[in-house]
Structures are given as C-alpha cells and as structure tokens.
C-alpha cells in the first residue's frame, strides 16, 4: 500500500432529529517514489508590465525548474502576450531532450492573453492524458476575456493540479483562485517580485505518492454530500506528494442506524504502476437518549471543521470589501481557535487580524482592501489545501 486512509467523523450517534454531520479524510503517502510519466505546464506572462526585474526571475526560476524535474517526464512551456500572442515554446517535451536554451530568448512585451493561454494548455494536457502540474505565471488583467464566470466555466482536465502565481496588485485575485479551487491547488500572492524565485521552483514536486487518485464519498443514507475544500465528489486529485484533508459535511436521518458513508479511493501505484483501491466505512448507530448523543460528539472534528468553513467566510467577507462583516467572522475565528488551543490556528487568525488592523490604519481605501483581498485569498486558499 502506497496510501493510507484515514476518516474521523463528528456524530457517530444519529438522534431523534435530523443532525449535520462533519467528516475530516486524511490521505498520507506511506512512502514516495521518483515522479515518472508526469506532464509539467509553464505558463508564463510575457507582457510589457513583466519587463524588467520580474521576467528575467521569472526565466531564472523556470530553468531551475527544468534542471530540477527528473528524467521519464515531460514539459511543455508556453508564455503569452498580446505582441507574441500565445507561444508554445514546446509541447510535451521529453525533459531528457529539451533546449533549455529556448528559455534565454523570451521577452517582455504587449498585453495578456491569459483566457486564450489557459484554453490551449488545456487543449495540451487533453491530448497527452497525463497526470500534470501546471504553474501559472501572471502580473495583470487579463486583456481578453476578464470575466470570473468564464473561468468559472472552464474545463479543466481531470488529474490536472494548477498552482497559480499572482505578482503585484494587478491582477484579479478572484481568477487564480478558481483555478487553484477547480483543480485542488494552491494560489500564491507574490507581492515582492523577488518571491518568484523561491516560490516558483519550490511548488514542484520531484517525488510522488500516488498518480490518477480519485476520492469519491458516497451516502448510504441518500442525503447530499457537500465538500468544504474541494469540489466534488469525487474528488480528482491527481499527482499526491504529501499529506491531504478533505473536509465535508453530510446530514445523518432521525434515528439512523447503520453505513451512513463509504469513500473509495483509487490510485496508481509509482512503484508498482498498478491500479489500487481503498474502501472505507462510516457508521452511526442510534443514540439511547440525549446524554448519549451529546457525549459521542467529537468535538475536535466538529471545531476543526467549523474553523475552517469561518476561514473560507472570512476571504468571501474581504473579496466582498465587507470589512464589518469580516470584522465579525474574525472575531468567531478567534474564538473558536481559543477553544482549540491549536497554535497554527491561533497563529494564522493572528495574521489575519494584524493585516485587517493594518488596512485599517492606512484608511481601508479600495486599493488598500484590493490588497488586503489578494493577501488573505492567497493564505486561505493555502490553508484549505494544507500547504
């Protein structure tokens, strides 16, 4: 076994009325082997706000990318502009025989065709049907399409994991976090161009747990199963390197007694590349009276869960500009991270605090909540994914 699996639940006692119930799954590689037959996608912006300081880190951390991928994958590097339009530097290149040199050659200039850019390394990842990491680079708007819905719309293929990089505050922070959210990955808010060296190259990952892993939950009960951090179910994870939580919640019927879920989690073997599967149960049984029910409550799961879906709130509360509203969602964080005692909960509400403080003091302009959005966007999407 490459994986474990591992389920706590939050009510293994059903009561006499309708309960909501929280489930946290915990997926750990027992041991890694040198990623093989993985598809790494660079997008890089190209566009004259990239001239300068940030292209030329930008070209730096991809060659160290290059250097740091290991044989028996493959690359394809693709940067866009709208003075270049989008370029397909190479296409699902054997890291073995790639001109690495290519990379030398890229400039600064024009606009940003990141819809366009997005829409062909998809069209790419397709053809090749590989498990794939994509790292997406950009500093701006998007001068072709702009519209969040739009990128809400897009397909993005199956075992494909995006990290997504925004430089600066001009971007659309509401874009990359869609992406991050519709593929299970992480979205980076660089403010200090100097970041891209250390982020970009660090966010790949050179050895893996497990390939084409798919988590599905399902209901016995028939009530919906509704996901905290990630869409679905199931849940396509693609490439797992490290430790991953799923977070979700399901409603347990009056006086229910038996099976109430069962995930199923499939993957691909690196070692062996053969197809394994792990089968889990959930069940809950009938509580004897009130005492009963309220004493089997594991409080641990159900705070863990409710700090998390507070932490999700609070960047819809600060995307939203509503600094009251978020105002109150940060002081419930608070105090549910005191009930914890948790230290990295007490740690990350305390930075969440002193920036809202901060946007504060410098009078809580526009600008200064766009940024205050792209910071705490950035740290939550991160949390979520437990990165």
């Known amino acids: 076994m490459t994986i474990s699996v591992r389920v706590e639940f939050s009510h293994p006692k059903s009561f006499n009325t309708e309960v909501k119930g929280y489930f946290k799954m915990l997926l750990v590689p027992e041991k890694v082997a040198v990623a093989r037959n993985v598809h790494y996608i660079i997008l890089l912006d190209t566009s004259g706000s990239m001239k300068g300081m940030k292209i030329e880190l930008a070209k730096k951390s991809t060659r160290e990318i290059l250097n740091k991928i290991p044989q ?5 590097l693709i940067t866009f502009s709208g003075q270049g339009g989008v370029k397909v530097l190479s296409e699902h290149v054997d890291i073995s025989s790639i001109d690495k040199n290519v990379v030398d050659n890229i400039i600064a200039e024009g606009t940003t065709p990141f819809y366009s850019t ?58 990359l976090k869609i992406l991050a959210d519709k593929s299970g990955g992480i979205f980076y808010h660089l403010q200090d161009p100097t970041e891209i060296e250390q982020k970009l190259p660090s966010s790949v990952a050179t050895e893996i747990g497990a390939k084409n892993v798919v988590v599905d939950i399902i209901s016995e009960a028939g009530t919906p199963v509704k996901l905290l951090n990630y869409q679905g179910p199931p849940v396509n994870l693609g490439v797992v390197e490290g430790a991953v939580r799923i977070y979700g919640e399901v409603t347990i019927p009056p006086n229910y007694s038996s099976d109430l879920l069962t995930v199923k989690v499939s993957y691909v073997d690196p070692v062996q590349d053969r197809v394994q599967e792990i089968i889990k149960k959930v069940g809950v049984s009938k509580a004897i009276d009130n005492n009963d029910f309220l004493s089997s409550i594991n409080k641990d799961v159900t705070l863990e869960y409710r700090y998390y879906e507070l932490l999700a709130k609070y960047a819809s509360d600060i995307q939203a500009q509503n600094l009251v509203e978020a105002t109150r969602t940060l002081n419930q964080l608070t105090q549910i991270s005191q009930q914890t005692r948790r230290i990295e909960f007490m740690e990350t509400t305390r930075r969440l605090a002193d920036a809202l403080d901060q946007t504060r003091r410098v009078g809580s302009s526009v600008e200064q909540t766009r940024k205050l959005s792209k910071e705490v966007t950035s740290e939550v999407t991160r949390k979520l994914r437990g990165s």
Do not use: C, H, W
């Open 72 to 76: 028996g994958n493959y690359v394809t």
């Open 118 to 175: 997005l829409s062909k390394a998809f069209e790419i990842v397709k053809k090749y049907n590989e498990p794939a990491y994509m790292l997406a680079l950009t500093d701006g708007m998007p001068t072709d399409i702009i519209e969040v819905k739009a990128y809400e719309q897009l397909d993005i293929p199956p075992n494909t994991k995006i990290y997504a990089f925004g430089i600066g505050d001009d971007y659309k922070e509401e874009i």
